[in-house]
């Protein structure tokens, strides 16, 4: 159960997810797709049947690899073919969010890492820049698959557990005014703390035996923030106004109407 509430809290700020809401071309859109995007989630439930279905028929994968569980049991009861026909279905819908992924990693590395340092950059060179980070991160990507030797399970879990810090800051900056750059900095540092440090896995296992990991981290960086934000100086009305107030959106009606979009979800959801 827990690992399935960091998911869910995890998925709303994966950045190839979360940019959507810039393209919305209203609240009420943004607030459509919160609505039904999770009925997607209903899929995992096959996902579920068939590890059970493995696991009651006693599948034992070469190796002891469970990542080869599926296919092993698929090829113990069903012809070549099927296998092959399932490989490559699942090769296929891994493209669509794995391009996504890449593409956004891409754009983020030139515009929010390089950018910041050589701000004369042209559009032309950002782009070659982004299309050649692209490529090595799919190097690093296909690397660390194949000599990662645990559970895609744990992996996934992992990844939640790891840009799931980002949730705090981010709800709790649409949600609360009091929010501060600061309290926002401190939680980060103390999530990662609590997910990363060497003690913290065998703590948290001998702790709280049931829990995510992830979680408990995502819970103590929101405590942090929430103190930190009391104890530091609130930010500026100017500061907070820029997310609250559409009186200086851009000239293009388009970009008006996506910037409209979160500052109207923005300030009916601000207490």
Do not use: C
Not at 86 to 101: C, D, I, Q, V, Y
Not at 138 to 164: M, N, P, R, T
Not at 179 to 206: D, E, Q, Y
Not at 257 to 269: C, D, I, K
């Amino acid at each position: 159960m827990t690992s399935a509430i960091n998911i869910a809290l995890g998925n709303w700020v994966f950045p190839h997810l979360f940019q959507m809401s810039y393209t919305a071309h209203s609240a009420t859109a943004i607030r459509r797709n919160a609505i039904w995007q999770p009925l997607y989630s209903l899929a995992y439930f096959f996902i579920i049947l068939l590890g059970f279905a493995a696991l009651l028929a006693q599948t034992q994968p070469p190796g002891g690899n469970l990542n080869a569980a599926l296919l092993q049991f698929v090829s113990d009861r069903y012809p070549a073919w099927t296998v092959g026909l399932l490989a490559g279905t699942g090769f296929l819908l891994a493209l669509a969010p794995g391009s996504l992924l890449l593409l956004t990693a891409g754009s983020i590395f030139t515009r929010n890492v390089v950018r910041p340092f050589k701000s004369g950059l042209s559009e032309r060179a950002s782009l070659t820049l982004s299309r050649a980070s692209l490529v090595v991160f799919a190097g690093i990507a296909v690397w660390l698959s194949v000599s990662q030797k645990g559970s895609l399970v744990k992996i996934l879990l992992d990844a939640y557990s790891a840009i799931g810090m980002l949730a705090p800051g981010v709800f709790l900056g649409f949600l609360w005014r009091r929010t501060s750059a600061i309290g926002v900095l401190a939680g980060l540092v103390a999530g990662f703390v609590a997910l990363l440090a060497p003690f913290a896995a065998k703590f948290w296992a001998a702790t709280v035996p049931q829990w995510e990991a992830g979680l408990i981290a995502m819970a103590i960086n929101a405590v942090v923030v929430v103190v930190v934000s009391l104890m530091t100086r609130a930010p500026r009305d100017k500061a907070v106004a820029l997310g609250l107030q559409e009186d200086h959106l851009p000239a293009d009606p388009q970009g008006s109407a996506q910037v409209g979009a979160l500052a109207s979800l923005r300030s009916s959801h601000t207490l």
